[in-house]
């Protein structure tokens, strides 16, 4: 069974901001994760403060199906620092588990030399430095930026550099809200799709006030894949 756990954490959008740019705050967001209209796990995402930087953490634990069976899990972690109304990545730490097989990856932004690079259990052809600029951001800050970003009609356009890879990520917000269920709470939201070439598309619905994503879905072939439905999110003390 092909795993897209590498790919959904680059998708899933969380501990994001309001539609207008407000103060980064912290706070622990909770999914439910679906496969294939299936209910498959959970996810966590948390963004908090760190040694005088801020560091954004995603959890993915499938529990059911033949990935449950497997104990796949997948965890990812920036470190990062604020640019003005930007997001900075520092460092970078993601690791895989599946059954008794381990991978991580680190990256290392090195912003002095304006080049990143990273190592590990990355294929050899990513091991060479990509060189940085300004605003340059992994794919969990994209993610922030997006939902900080998001307002109707608006086009985003960002860099995306993350695990040995850099190429152009862009978004389109619908012009009008459309109404959202989660559990039993309905939501007027801005749904923003990412714009890519192939057969993959990515949906993200994002509520004023709400600190992060109500809903992001993924789809391949004209098919849904996993979709995470937001079931709580809470502020957290420094």
């Not at 795993?3 to 501990?15: C, K, W, Y």
């Given at each position: 069974?092909?795993?897209?756990?590498?790919?959904?954490?680059?998708?899933?959008?969380?501990?994001a901001l309001p539609g207008s740019a407000l103060a980064l705050e912290p706070f622990?967001?909770?999914?439910?994760?679906?496969?294939?209209?299936?209910?498959?796990?959970?996810?966590?995402?948390?963004?908090?403060?760190?040694?005088?930087?801020?560091?954004?953490?995603?959890?993915?634990?499938?529990?059911?199906?033949?990935?449950?069976?497997?104990?796949?899990?997948?965890?990812?972690?920036?470190?990062?620092?604020?640019?003005?109304?930007?997001?900075?990545?520092?460092?970078?730490?993601?690791?895989?588990?599946?059954?008794?097989?381990?991978?991580?990856?680190?990256?290392?932004?090195?912003?002095?030399?304006?080049?990143?690079?990273?190592?590990?259990?990355?294929?050899?052809?990513?091991?060479?430095?990509?060189?940085?600029?300004?605003?340059?951001?992994?794919?969990?800050?994209?993610?922030?930026?997006?939902?900080?970003?998001?307002?109707?009609?608006?086009?985003?356009?960002?860099?995306?550099?993350?695990?040995?890879?850099?190429?152009?990520?862009?978004?389109?917000?619908?012009?009008?809200?459309?109404?959202?269920?989660?559990?039993?709470?309905?939501?007027?939201?801005?749904?923003?799709?990412?714009?890519?070439?192939?057969?993959?598309?990515?949906?993200?619905?994002?509520?004023?006030?709400?600190?992060?994503?109500?809903?992001?879905?993924?789809?391949?072939?004209?098919?849904?894949?996993?979709?995470?439905?937001?079931?709580?999110?809470?502020?957290?003390?420094?």
């Open positions: 069974m092909k795993s897209h756990l590498p790919l959904l954490l680059a998708v899933l959008i969380g501990a622990v967001a909770n999914y439910q994760v679906f496969n294939s209209g299936k209910a498959l796990g959970d996810a966590t995402m948390q963004v908090k403060p760190e040694g005088g930087h801020w560091r954004i953490d995603l959890n993915i634990h499938a529990e059911r199906g033949m990935m449950g069976l497997a104990g796949a899990a997948a965890q990812q972690s920036t470190l990062f620092e604020t640019a003005g109304e930007g997001y900075r990545p520092l460092s970078q730490t993601m690791v895989r588990k599946v059954l008794f097989s381990k991978r991580t990856i680190n990256g290392v932004y090195d912003w002095n030399k304006r080049s990143a690079q990273w190592s590990g259990d990355v294929k050899e052809h990513r091991r060479k430095p990509i060189p940085l600029a300004d605003g340059d951001m992994s794919g969990l800050l994209i993610n922030l930026a997006v939902v900080r970003d998001a307002q109707p009609g608006k086009t985003l356009n960002y860099r995306f550099v993350d695990s040995g890879r850099a190429r152009p990520h862009q978004y389109l917000v619908a012009q009008e809200l459309e109404g959202v269920k989660v559990d039993d709470m309905s939501f007027n939201a801005m749904r923003v799709n990412r714009v890519q070439s192939g057969n993959e598309e990515t949906s993200i619905w994002v509520v004023d006030g709400v600190p992060t994503p109500v809903r992001i879905l993924q789809r391949e072939n004209g098919q849904d894949t996993y979709d995470l439905r937001l079931v709580e999110y809470k502020g957290v003390n420094e």
